[in-house]
C-alpha cells in the first residue's frame, strides 16, 4: 500500500496542484475556524476561572449572595465558627483608573478590597521598600481610605509612583486616591493581567455602594477540617440563605450563562469543518473517475479491490491530514486575531476579564486534526468504493470519464432522502403521541440497506445490525419534551431539514435547469444549453458542489434571519418600553459589564437641571439563581406608573401593575418563566444582601433585559430588600412634547454641570441614540458568528473552483471540439462562468427553503429552548434578494478561473486529449 | 486555393526538441481532393493542425485564399475556421447530450444566426448526407458511420470551401468508411470544396486526385492519382 502511495497517489496529488492546494485549504478552513471559535470561548472561561482562583488565593470556601453580595452581620456569625481558621470579607469592583497628568485615563482596573488585618491568611501579598527589601506586611499600608496599592507592572506601565496621586470612578463618583506601595506579580497582583489594585474593605463599602454588605465572605479552615463537610454544615447553618461555595464553582455561572452563545459558535464551526466533507467527496470522486483507466490497469495486473479503496481512501485522509496540520496552524493565530477582535465586545457583555493570555490548549488542536482527519476519512469511504467497483475492461473503453449518467446520481442521493422522510414521518408520530421504538424503525430501514449491500457483494452480519440498533434508544422519550418538541427532537429537526435539503440537491437542479433551457433564448441557448450540460452529466458531482454551497448560503440565511428578527422584536420592544427623553449611564454607553453603577444621589442632582421633569433611576443587578445568573431589574414604577409599558404575557395586568408599584410583589419576565418552568409560579426566592427573600409573583411580561431572564421589581421594594441605593441608568423625562432642540438643551445642560462634569464620567445619550447602541451591540455581538460565515462561504467558493476545474479538464476534447467548429476564447469561458452560475443559482434557491425552514425551527423552538424567547420570524425580502445575488456573483467569481483555463486551453493539445 | 509553405514545427518533450516538421510545402487547388498518408509520426496530423488554425508553426505559412494564417489574430483564426474550414475527426467528436440536429447546428449558433434558421440549415444538410429521418437521435443511439456523417455535416454547417479530415475512417468499419469517403470525394467533384484527408488506409488515398507523402516531418512525394496508381 506505501508502494502505491508513492507511486501513484503522491504522484497524481502532486500532478493536479491546484486541486490538491484547493482541497487542503477547504479542510485548513474548517479546523482553523473550529480551533478559533474553541480558542475565544476557552480564553473568556479560563481567564474567569483565572481571575477566581488568582484572588481566592488559599481559600477554601466562600459565601455568596450573588453581586447583591451577604450582610456584614454575618461575618461576626462566621469569625467565631469552631471549624473556621478565618472569615476574611471581599470586595471586588471593575472600575477605571485616571491619573492626574492623563498619561493613564479611563484603564479599567479590577479592585479587590480586603480585610487589612486578616487577609494575609488566605492571600500572599509581596511589597518591596525603595532598597529592594521585602516589606513584611504589606497591607498595613492601607491604613487611610484614600490609600491604595496597585500592581507594579501596571504602575510602572502608566508610569505611577508611590504616593502618587490617582483618580477612581466609584459609586460617589471620581475619587482621589493615594499610592501607598506597589505589589510584586504574585498572587493576587496578577489577576485581570496585572491590571490589579488593592483597597480596605471597609473603605470600599462607602465608595461602591455596599452599605452594611460585602460581596463575598471568604473563608479559611481550621488544620484537619474537611471541605464538605464544613461546606455542608455552614449550608445548614444559613438556612439556605447564602450559597457556600468553592471558589472554582463560581465559574458555573458564567458558563451557564455562555452555555447559548458557545452552543452556537461550536454549531457553526461544525458546520463550516462539515463543508469539508463534500470538498473532499468531490475530489477523490473526480479522482477516481478521471484515473478510470488507470484503476482498470491495476485491477488487470492483479491488484485486489480493497488495495484499490485503501489507496483512495488514505488520498482522501492524506487532505485530511496535511488540512488539518495548516489548519491547526492556521488556527492557532485565527484564534489570536478573533480574541483581539471579538472577545473584548462579547466579554464586555457576560463579564470583564483580562484577555491577554489566550488560551491554546493542544486538546484543541488534537480534536481540531481529528474531526478534520476524521471527516475526510469518512468523506472519502464511497468515492474510494465507487473505484473497487472498476473492472480491468474499463481499461479499453473509450468515451468521457465522468459521466455516471443522471439517473444513477438522482438515485443514490436519494437514498439519503429515505432516512430523512423516516426520520419526519417518525417525528409527526412522536409528536401526535405516538409511541414508537426507535430501534425497530431503524431495523425496518436497515432491511433495504441490506439488500442494497449485498448487492455490492456484501454481506451485512445481521446480529452486528441488531447489535448496533440496540444502542438506540427504545422509546423517543428524548426526543419529547412536555408541550411539544425537546431540544433533542429540534436537533434531529433541523439536521433532518438539512440532509433533506442536501439529499434533494440534484433534484431542484435538474428542474431548475429544465426551466433555464426552455427559457434561453438565440446564442445564449446554446452556450447556456452546454453549461447545463456540463453539469447534468457530472449531476453527482456538481450537486455535491452545489449542497456546499447550499449549506454555507442556508447558514448564512439562518444567521442573518436570527439577527434580523432578534433586532426586529428588540427594537419594537424598545421602542415600546423605552419612553425616556434621555438616558444616562456612567462609564460606558449602555449598561454592560464595564459600567460601574453610581448612587442614586445623581438622580436628585439630574432632577435639577432646567428643562428636566422627572427622573427614574434604573437598577441592574445579576444574581445566582438555579446554576446560573438571572438579572433583578428595578425600575422606578412608584413614581412613573404612567409610563411604565409592559407586553403582558401572563396575568391581570392593572391589578399587577399596582402591586409592583406598590413593593408588594414583582414580575417575571416570560423566558425565566420558561426557562426556570415557572410559568405558573406563585413566588420566586432570590438571593439578597439579607439571605434569600420570597416575592409574590404578579404576572409574566415580555422583556429582553436578560437573556437568561430578569425578575422585575419596583426600586424602593428593591432598595428595602437588597440595601442598595445604586443605580445603573437614569430615565430623564422632559416635558412631553420637549422638542428636539429641547431635548439637546438639557442634555447640554447635564454635561456642562460642574458637579457631574468633575465627579462622573457620564454618558448623555438621548432615546434614538440609545437604540442605536443597543442595536449596534447585538451586531457586535454577532460579529464573530459573520466571521465564521466569511469561512464557510469560502470553502463553498472553493468547491465551486474546485469542481468547474475538474469539469475543465474533464473536457478538455470537448472544449477543443467546440473550439474547432468555430467558437471563440470567450465564448468557451461563457460556458463556464454560466455553468458556474447555474450551480451558484441552484444552490442559492435550495437555501432560500432550508434556511427559512431552519430560520422558523430555530427561532421559535431552539431559541425558545435555551432562551425563553420565542420571536417572530422577521426579514426584509430586498436584502435576502441582495445577498442570493452577491452568493451567486461570488459564485461566478469562482468561475473565472476555470473559465479562463478552459479558454486558454491549446486547441490541437485540447483534441488530442484523452 | 490552399498554400503550405515551407511549415517547420518544433516542439519540446520536456527537454529534447522534437522536430515534426522540417520544411512541408504543397498546394491544394479548389474542388481538389488531397491524401496526406505517411508513417506513423511524420507529421500527418501536425501538418493538418497547422492547416486549421488549431496550432501555429514555428516557421512557414499557410494561405487559404492568399490570406496568411500566420497574420490572423486568435479572433480571426477562429472566425476563419468556423467560416471557411470544416474539421473531421476520426472519433467523430460529437457533444454526446446534444442530437444530430443540434450537434450541426451548433457552429451555425455560435457564429450569431438564429436558432430557427441554424436548424433549417442544419436539417438540410443532414438529409444531404442521409440522415434526415435521424436527428432527433443523439449520438449513442447512431451507428459509427451514422456518427461521422453527422460530423460531416456539422463540418459542412457553414458551407465551407475546405474539408480538413484526420483518419475519419478510422474507427469505421469497411462499409461505413467507403461510404464516408464516397462523401468526401463527392464533395470535392460535385461542390467543388478542396479536401485534404489525412489517412492511415491503404485504400483511401485512391479517392484523392493526388497524394502527399510524408516521411519524417518532410514531403517524401507527391503523386497524382493515376501514378500512385
Redesign the interface.
Known amino acids: 500500500m506505501r508502494y502505491m502511495l508513492r507511486t501513484i497517489s503522491l504522484r497524481r496529488m502532486w500532478e493536479h496542484k491546484l486541486r490538491t492546494f484547493l482541497t487542503i485549504v477547504g479542510i485548513a478552513l474548517g479546523v482553523a475556524g473550529f480551533i478559533a471559535v474553541e480558542m475565544i470561548t476557552d480564553t473568556l472561561k479560563d481567564s474567569f476561572a483565572r481571575m477566581i482562583d488568582q484572588v481566592a488565593g488559599r481559600v477554601q470556601l466562600q459565601v455568596t449572595g450573588g453581586d447583591s453580595g451577604v450582610d456584614e452581620a454575618l461575618l461576626k456569625r462566621l469569625t467565631g465558627n469552631p471549624d473556621l481558621a478565618a472569615a476574611l470579607p471581599v470586595i471586588q469592583v471593575m472600575t477605571k483608573l485616571t491619573t492626574a497628568d492623563h498619561k493613564a485615563d479611563r484603564i479599567s482596573l479590577l479592585l479587590v478590597a480586603v480585610d487589612t488585618l486578616n487577609d494575609r491568611a488566605a492571600r500572599d501579598y509581596k511589597m518591596k521598600d525603595a532598597h529592594g527589601v521585602e516589606i513584611s506586611d504589606p497591607l498595613l499600608f492601607l491604613n487611610a481610605r484614600n490609600a491604595i496599592l496597585l500592581a507594579r507592572e501596571f504602575a510602572e506601565k502608566y508610569k505611577i509612583k508611590i504616593d502618587q496621586s490617582i483618580e477612581l470612578q466609584t459609586s460617589q463618583g471620581k475619587k482621589t486616591f493615594v499610592v501607598r506601595g506597589l505589589l510584586e506579580p504574585e498572587g493576587p497582583a496578577t489577576a485581570f493581567g496585572g491590571n490589579f489594585a488593592l483597597m480596605d474593605v471597609y473603605a470600599a463599602q462607602l465608595l461602591f455602594g455596599r452599605d452594611g454588605k460585602f460581596d463575598t465572605i471568604d473563608l479559611m479552615l481550621k488544620p484537619g477540617k474537611q471541605v464538605p463537610q464544613v461546606e455542608a454544615d455552614l449550608s445548614k447553618l444559613l438556612g439556605g440563605k447564602y450559597d457556600v461555595v468553592r471558589p472554582s464553582q463560581r465559574t458555573q455561572g458564567v458558563d451557564n450563562m455562555m452555555e447559548t452563545f458557545d452552543l452556537g459558535l461550536s454549531v457553526q464551526a461544525m458546520v463550516v469543518l462539515a463543508m469539508g466533507i463534500f470538498i473532499i467527496i468531490n475530489t477523490v470522486t473526480t479522482s477516481v473517475l478521471q484515473r478510470r483507466r488507470e484503476i482498470g490497469i491495476q485491477r488487470m495486473v492483479g491488484v485486489t479491490r480493497w488495495t484499490i479503496w485503501g489507496q483512495f481512501a488514505l488520498e482522501g485522509m492524506l487532505f485530511g491530514i496535511a488540512g488539518a496540520a495548516v489548519g491547526t496552524g492556521a488556527g492557532y493565530f485565527m484564534g489570536h486575531w478573533a480574541v483581539l477582535n471579538f472577545a473584548g465586545k462579547i466579554s464586555s457583555m457576560f463579564v470583564l476579564v483580562d484577555l491577554s493570555k489566550v488560551s491554546f490548549k493542544w486538546t484543541m488542536a488534537a480534536k481540531g486534526m481529528s474531526l478534520g482527519v476524521g471527516i475526510s476519512l469518512i468523506a472519502s469511504i464511497w468515492p474510494a468504493w465507487q473505484a473497487t467497483r472498476i473492472t480491468p475492461l474499463d481499461v479499453v473503453r473509450l468515451g468521457p470519464s465522468l459521466t455516471k449518467g443522471k439517473g444513477i446520481a438522482l438515485r443514490r442521493w436519494l437514498y439519503g432522502l429515505v432516512p430523512s422522510a423516516a426520520v419526519t414521518i417518525y417525528l409527526i408520530f412522536a409528536k401526535a403521541g405516538f409511541d414508537l421504538e426507535l430501534s425497530r424503525i431503524a431495523r425496518l430501514l436497515a432491511r433495504p440497506y441490506s439488500l442494497w449491500f449485498r448487492k455490492w457483494g456484501f454481506e451485512l452480519d445481521p446480529s452486528l445490525i441488531n447489535r448496533v440498533l440496540d444502542l438506540l434508544p427504545k422509546t423517543h422519550y428524548t426526543l419529547l419534551a412536555k408541550g411539544g418538541f425537546g431540544l433533542d427532537g429540534v436537533r434531529v429537526m433541523m439536521i433532518t431539514l438539512l440532509v433533506a435539503a442536501i439529499t434533494c440537491t440534484p433534484l431542484v437542479m435538474l428542474a431548475l435547469l429544465a426551466l433555464v433551457r426552455a427559457l434561453a433564448r438565440g446564442q445564449s441557448s446554446a452556450l447556456l444549453r452546454l453549461s447545463a450540460d456540463n453539469i447534468v452529466r457530472d449531476l453527482g458531482r456538481a450537486a455535491m458542489t452545489v449542497a456546499a454551497f447550499m449549506v454555507g448560503l442556508a447558514v448564512m440565511l439562518l444567521i442573518y434571519l436570527f439577527v434580523t428578527s432578534t433586532k426586529h422584536e428588540i427594537q419594537s420592544w424598545i421602542e415600546e418600553a423605552l419612553t425616556a427623553d434621555l438616558i444616562i449611564t456612567n462609564s460606558s454607553q449602555i449598561a454592560l459589564r464595564e459600567a460601574i453603577p453610581v448612587t442614586d444621589a445623581l438622580g436628585d442632582e439630574l432632577a435639577k437641571v432646567p428643562g428636566v421633569k422627572s427622573i427614574a433611576a434604573v437598577r441592574l443587578l445579576m444574581t445566582d439563581f438555579n446554576n446560573t445568573r438571572i438579572a433583578v431589574l428595578a425600575l422606578d414604577l412608584k413614581h412613573h406608573l404612567n409610563k411604565a409599558r409592559f407586553r403582558f404575557v401572563k396575568g391581570d395586568k392593572e391589578a399587577g401593575l399596582k402591586l409592583v408599584a406598590a413593593g408588594e410583589a414583582v414580575f417575571l419576565t416570560q423566558n425565566l418563566a420558561l426557562r426556570q418552568h415557572m410559568q405558573d409560579a406563585k413566588t420566586i426566592t432570590v438571593n439578597t444582601p439579607t439571605g434569600k427573600h420570597v416575592f409574590p409573583v404578579a404576572g409574566i411580561i415580555m422583556d429582553y433585559t436578560s437573556e437568561q431572564g430578569a425578575v422585575v421589581m419596583d426600586r424602593t421594594l428593591y432598595v428595602d430588600v437588597f440595601h442598595d441605593h445604586l443605580a445603573d441608568t437614569f430615565h430623564v423625562y422632559l416635558q412631553p412634547g420637549a422638542t428636539h432642540e429641547q431635548v439637546e438643551q438639557v442634555r447640554a445642560a447635564i454635561q456642562q454641570n460642574p458637579y457631574m462634569k468633575e465627579s462622573f464620567n457620564l454618558f448623555v445619550l438621548t432615546n434614538r441614540e440609545f437604540k442605536g447602541t443597543v442595536m449596534q451591540a447585538i451586531d457586535q455581538l454577532f460579529a464573530l458568528a459573520y466571521s465564521l460565515e466569511f469561512l464557510a462561504m469560502v470553502i463553498a467558493f472553493i468547491g465551486i473552483v474546485n469542481n468547474l476545474m475538474a469539469t475543465v479538464v474533464d473536457r478538455t476534447r470537448e472544449i477543443g471540439v467546440i473550439r474547432s467548429i468555430g467558437a471563440t476564447r470567450g465564448q468557451v469561458a461563457r460556458i463556464f462562468l454560466s455553468q458556474a452560475a447555474l450551480l451558484a443559482i441552484s444552490g442559492a434557491v435550495i437555501s432560500l427553503g432550508c434556511g427559512f425552514a431552519m430560520a422558523a425551527v430555530q427561532l421559535t423552538r431552539i431559541y425558545e429552548i435555551y432562551t425563553g424567547y420565542a420571536l417572530p420570524l422577521y426579514y426584509e425580502w430586498w436584502k435576502i434578494g441582495l445577498t442570493m445575488l452577491a452568493a451567486v456573483f461570488v459564485g461566478v467569481i469562482a468561475g473565472v478561473m476555470p473559465a479562463r483555463a478552459a479558454a486558454r486551453l491549446t486547441l490541437h493539445e485540447a483534441l488530442k486529449y484523452e | 486555393m490552399l498554400q503550405v509553405v515551407d511549415l517547420v514545427k518544433t516542439y519540446f518533450q520536456g527537454k529534447i526538441p522534437v522536430h515534426a516538421l522540417a520544411g512541408v510545402s504543397f498546394e491544394v487547388a479548389d474542388g481538389e481532393f488531397v491524401t496526406i498518408t505517411g508513417p506513423s509520426g511524420s507529421g500527418k496530423s501536425t501538418v493538418l493542425?497547422l492547416i486549421?488554425g488549431?496550432?501555429q508553426p514555428t516557421t512557414g505559412d499557410v494561405r487559404i485564399d492568399n490570406v496568411s494564417l500566420l497574420k490572423l489574430s486568435?479572433?480571426e483564426r477562429?472566425?476563419m475556421?468556423?467560416?471557411r474550414i470544416g474539421?473531421v475527426?476520426q472519433?467523430f467528436?460529437l457533444?454526446?447530450?446534444?442530437s444530430a440536429l443540434?450537434n450541426v447546428?451548433?457552429?451555425l449558433?455560435?457564429?450569431?444566426v438564429?436558432?430557427k434558421d441554424a436548424e433549417a440549415r442544419a436539417t438540410e444538410i443532414l438529409t444531404h448526407v442521409g440522415l434526415g429521418d435521424r436527428v432527433k437521435h443523439r449520438p449513442d443511439e447512431l451507428s459509427g458511420g451514422e456518427q461521422q456523417r453527422v460530423a460531416i455535416a456539422?463540418?459542412l454547417?457553414?458551407n465551407p470551401v475546405l474539408i480538413l479530415a484526420d483518419e475519419p475512417t478510422g474507427n469505421l468499419d469497411t462499409k461505413s468508411g467507403k461510404q464516408v469517403l464516397e462523401m468526401l470525394r463527392g464533395l470535392a467533384t460535385q461542390e467543388r470544396k478542396s479536401v485534404v484527408l489525412v489517412t492511415h488506409d491503404p485504400n483511401a488515398w485512391r479517392y484523392g486526385d493526388r497524394m502527399v507523402r510524408l516521411v519524417d516531418g518532410k514531403v517524401d512525394q507527391i503523386l497524382k492519382n493515376e501514378e500512385a496508381r
Open positions: 493542425n486549421g488549431l496550432d486568435d479572433t477562429t472566425k475556421r468556423r467560416d474539421f475527426f472519433f467528436n457533444l454526446p447530450t446534444m443540434e447546428s451548433l457552429p449558433i455560435l457564429g450569431g438564429r436558432r456539422r463540418a454547417a457553414y
